[in-house]
Nanobody
Framework: QVQLVESGGGLVQAGGSLRLSCAASGRTFSSYAMGWFRQAPGKEREFVAA???????????HYADSAKGRFTISRDNAKNTMYLQMNNLKPEDTAVYSCAARGDFALAAVQRTGEYDYWGQGTQVTVSS
């Protein structure tokens, strides 16, 4: 019912920046939660950031400790697109980044993968030393 497509990944030098996009299509929701997760080879999938919104409220954003101060999550409702601006990238940021969504403002825990109903296929981010 909802399709998510990530884009914007690539190869950058340490200290560089990338902006990831997650375009949603299909059914839209007036209330939602969306998140970014990443997974490096041999590691578990890791929460990066999330954003929640419902009518007549501001956006609520959440960040993993590793992302605070470097990454910014945002949403353009008119384009049904979520973004992750990543600055000061480090080699340890190298991973496949996936976006996820749920048509609900309230989640028990935004960092849990099981809270989300829809997932994209991911985009590769590689940060060289």
């Amino acid at each position: 019912q909802v399709q998510l497509v990530e884009s914007g990944g690539g190869l950058v030098q340490a200290g560089g920046s990338l902006r990831l996009s997650c375009a949603a299509s299909g059914r839209t929701f007036s209330s939602y939660a969306m998140g970014w997760f990443r997974q490096a080879p041999g590691k578990e999938r890791e929460f990066v950031a999330a954003i929640r919104w419902k009518p007549d409220t501001p956006y609520f954003t959440h960040y993993a400790d590793s992302a605070k101060g470097r990454f910014t999550i945002s949403r353009d409702n008119a384009k049904n697109t979520m973004y992750l601006q990543m600055n000061n990238l480090k080699p340890e940021d190298t991973a496949v980044y996936s976006c996820a969504a749920r048509g609900d403002f309230a989640l028990a825990a935004v960092q849990r993968t099981g809270e989300y109903d829809y997932w994209g296929q991911g985009t590769q981010v590689t940060v060289s030393s």
